[in-house]
T-cell receptor, first 112, second 112 residues
Framework: AQSVSQHNHHVILSEAASLELGCNYS??????LFWYVQYPGQHLQLLLK??????LVKGIKGFEAEFIKSKFSFNLRKPSVQWSDTAEYFC??????????FGPGTRLSVLP | DTEVTQTPKHLVMGMTNKKSLKCEQH?????MYWYKQKAKKPPELMFV???????INESVPSRFSPECPNSSLLNLHLHALQPEDSALYLC???????????FGPGTRLTVT
């Protein structure tokens, strides 16, 4: 069965630091990949998605992610984080059996 | 209208009660989903409706009964729940099954 893993349970950064959150998946076929964010007290919001084409995808709020097929990875990056980026980040995949699976999440705390 | 709305926001019910959660979207999406999210955990897929037909049921107990009366509405009927069913229940919709999902704010359910 397909699965999604996220390397870090909790990441703590200072403002202006660079961010990279790891995401790996296990599935042998074609996948669609997503990053969602859940700000405290708010609902899940799509940050970015990869379906096909350019493996470097740009999302909202200055986030980007790179799909590396050979590594089964889809890491999320941001060059300079802000306090307002404090949130829970979920990587997710959808396979062609229409199954949609979330990773366990990474909590990001940005210190002012 | 780019929102998914859910009612009620909070629900407290006893183990012998019958209640329903409601979800609505007016984005013309043809796929709708129910997820369960426990604290500090990722959302877990429960049901998927595609073109008003149940396409995925992730081995959810029969005390949860979904219903899709039309393409804009999704209900989750609850009966004889257990305290361990207490969680945030999230509704989502997408253009088609497999495209990016838009989430509602959730219903916080407490079973006493």
């Amino acid at each position: 069965a397909q699965s999604v893993s996220q390397h870090n349970h909790h990441v703590i950064l200072s403002e202006a630091a660079s961010l990279e959150l790891g995401c790996n998946y296990s599935y042998g076929g074609t996948v669609n990949l997503f990053w969602y964010v859940q700000y405290p007290g708010q609902h899940l919001q799509l940050l970015l998605k990869y379906f096909s084409g350019d493996p470097l995808v740009k999302g909202i709020k200055g986030f980007e992610a790179e799909f590396i097929k050979s590594k089964f990875s889809f890491n999320l990056r941001k060059p300079s984080v802000q306090w307002s980026d404090t949130a829970e980040y979920f990587c997710a995949l959808r396979d062609y059996g229409q199954n949609f699976v979330f990773g366990p999440g990474t909590r990001l705390s940005v210190l002012p | 209208d780019t929102e998914v709305t859910q009612t009620p926001k909070h629900l407290v019910m006893g183990m012998t009660n019958k209640k329903s959660l409601k979800c609505e979207q007016h984005m013309g999406h043809r796929a709708m989903y129910w997820y369960k999210q426990k604290a500090k955990k990722p959302p877990e897929l429960m049901f998927v409706y595609s073109y008003e037909k149940l396409s995925i049921n992730e081995s959810v107990p029969s005390r949860f009964s979904p219903e899709c009366p039309n393409s804009s509405l999704l209900n989750l009927h609850l009966h004889a729940l257990q305290p361990e069913d207490s969680a945030l229940y999230l509704c989502a919709s997408s253009q088609e099954s497999g495209s990016e999902q838009y989430f509602g704010p959730g219903t916080r359910l407490t079973v006493t």
